[in-house]
């Protein structure tokens, strides 16, 4: 452990004993830690939250690292099996605020018929999806959210398949809120996690992050400043656009901002409606 005369505002949310993390220097998964981390934290102070009551829980990937880094009831459990932990644990125990934080590959690949079905159901969990492009933590191979054409370990002539936009297309469900944003958008990340955790039903959050050491080397930028300035300015912030306006282009842009903000009923609200559930 380092030992610093110094505190942090969320030094009581994270394990200091496991300092310094394992993340590559320039990784974004820190920042975006830290940031639903600060919104836990904002709710807490004020009244809205408690956090006895978060279940933090992670798949297998570089992301799913944070499980052991945070001081929460947290569970790191198997690759693409996240969600549906999630959705045993809250059908057990209703008053459980579920935190899925995973990746792309966990989240999107692996556990996309889980993300799938979570989300028809309007399941009351929420969903932050790191997505950095790739398969980081087991090399770089080809995932469901590498963009069309760029290389990985696993495509050494590029990738040839269209990627899934999985923001997008978790738009065509019942879902109570969707957005988007990137490592670029350091207040936006923090303020979209402490909005949609007043919310009830399915939220899913995207968080474009970067990764200098494998998706920047495939795509020729290795130093991390210069791969968040290239992000900045991909990553574009747009007001409530059309479907057919959200773009996942790493060649000219990913639209980010909220694409849905609604309030239908969550999955215990439909199972009071039928008389399943009194509470």
């Not at 505190?7 to 830290?34: E, K, N, Q």
Request: charged share 20%; with cysteine.
């Amino acid at each position: 452990m380092v030992k610093s005369k110094y505190s942090h505002p969320i030094d009581d949310l994270l394990r200091l004993d496991r300092v310094p993390y394992t993340w590559c220097p320039g990784c974004g998964i820190g920042i975006i830690l830290h940031h639903t981390l600060r919104a836990i934290k904002e709710l807490e102070s004020e009244g809205k939250i408690n956090r006895d009551k978060i279940l933090f829980v992670t798949g297998i990937g570089c992301t799913g690292r944070a499980a052991g880094l945070v001081k929460l009831d947290a569970a790191h459990v198997l690759h693409g099996r996240a969600i549906p932990f999630a959705v045993g644990a809250m059908l057990a125990n209703p008053s459980l605020i579920p935190i899925v934080f995973s990746g792309d590959g966990d989240i999107a690949g692996i556990g996309g018929n889980h993300l799938l079905h979570a989300a028809r159901r309007n399941m009351d969990i929420l969903v932050i999806m790191v997505n950095n492009f790739t398969y980081a933590l087991t090399g770089g191979q080809l995932a469901p959210t590498t963009p069309y054409k760029v290389y990985s370990t696993t495509t050494p002539y590029g990738n040839p398949e269209p990627p899934i936009d999985t923001a997008k297309a978790l738009m065509a469900l019942d879902v109570n809120y969707i957005a988007r944003w990137s490592v670029t958008h350091l207040t936006k990340i923090k303020d979209s996690v402490k909005y949609a955790l007043t919310k009830r039903g399915f939220r899913f959050i995207e968080v474009i992050s970067v990764c200098p050491e494998i998706f920047g080397r495939h795509i020729g930028i290795r130093d991390p400043y210069q791969l968040y300035v290239t992000l900045r300015k991909i990553a574009k912030t747009r007001i409530k656009p059309s479907f057919g306006d959200i773009k996942y282009d790493w060649n000219s842009e990913i639209t980010c901002g909220v694409f849905v903000d609604r309030d239908d009923p969550g999955y215990f609200d439909r199972l009071k409606e039928i008389g399943v559930t009194k509470k």
